[in-house]
């Protein structure tokens, strides 16, 4: 009984503990973004992430929310900044990530790459590689069309 006490007043303790660091480091925080079939901003656009350009810090996590089956979220090639681990989650699942570099990064969902489904997150300052990641060339026209209309958010 008494040492039972004492291991909880231990959880306790750690849980405190584990609170008060986290505080202290530079808070980082949870950033969600949704994989949709409708843009509930604007139900004409389909397949999106929402939202399409998600500010965030370094050692932020992202989650991509699987909301809708289906999707799933890849890293681009010449769109993340240097450092930076490539990413690739598998289809229907929620996936997290943690940014570890500040710039730009780019992504899109695999099923839905022919009808655009891409989305940006900006970490700090996001111009490190921002001119990199615009000039990258995209195989489906709609992917480059949704990327343009997304950079143009950025400014
Ligand atoms: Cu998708």
Same mark, same amino acid.
């Given at each position: 009984?008494?040492?039972?006490?004492?291991?909880?007043?231990?959880?306790?303790?750690?849980?405190?503990?584990?609170?008060?660091?986290?505080?202290?480091?530079?808070?980082?925080?949870?950033?969600?973004?949704?994989?949709?079939?409708?843009?509930?901003?604007?139900?004409?656009?389909?397949?999106?992430?929402?939202?399409?350009?998600?500010?965030?810090? +370094? $050692? /932020?996590?992202? %989650?991509?929310?699987?909301?809708?089956? #289906?999707?799933?979220?890849? &890293?681009?090639?010449?769109?993340?900044?240097?450092?930076?681990?490539?990413?690739?989650?598998?289809?229907?699942?929620?996936?997290?990530?943690?940014?570890?570099?500040?710039?730009?990064?780019?992504?899109?969902?695999?099923?839905?790459?022919?009808?655009?489904?891409?989305?940006?997150?900006? +970490? $700090? /300052?996001?111009? %490190?590689?921002?001119?990199?990641?615009? #000039?990258?060339?995209?195989? &489906?026209?709609?992917?480059?069309?949704?990327?343009?209309?997304?950079?143009?958010?950025?400014?």
């Amino acid at each position: 009984m008494g040492s039972r006490t004492r291991n909880i007043a231990t959880l306790a303790g750690a849980a405190l503990l584990t609170a008060v660091s986290f505080a202290g480091a530079a808070k980082a925080e949870t950033v969600v973004i949704e994989m949709l079939n409708i843009n509930p901003a604007n139900p004409g656009t389909v397949m999106v992430y929402n939202p399409g350009v998600t500010r965030a810090n +370094v $050692g /932020d996590t992202i %989650v991509f929310k699987s909301v809708d089956p #289906a999707h799933n979220a890849v &890293s681009i090639e010449g769109m993340i900044p240097e450092g930076a681990e490539p990413f690739s989650s598998p289809i229907s699942q929620d996936f997290e990530y943690v940014v570890t570099e500040e710039g730009t990064y780019g992504f899109y969902c695999i099923p839905h790459a022919g009808l655009g489904m891409a989305g940006l997150i900006l +970490v $700090g /300052d996001h111009t %490190v590689n921002l001119e990199e990641a615009k #000039a990258v060339r995209h195989t &489906s026209p709609l992917l480059g069309q949704r990327f343009q209309a997304l950079f143009a958010e950025v400014e």
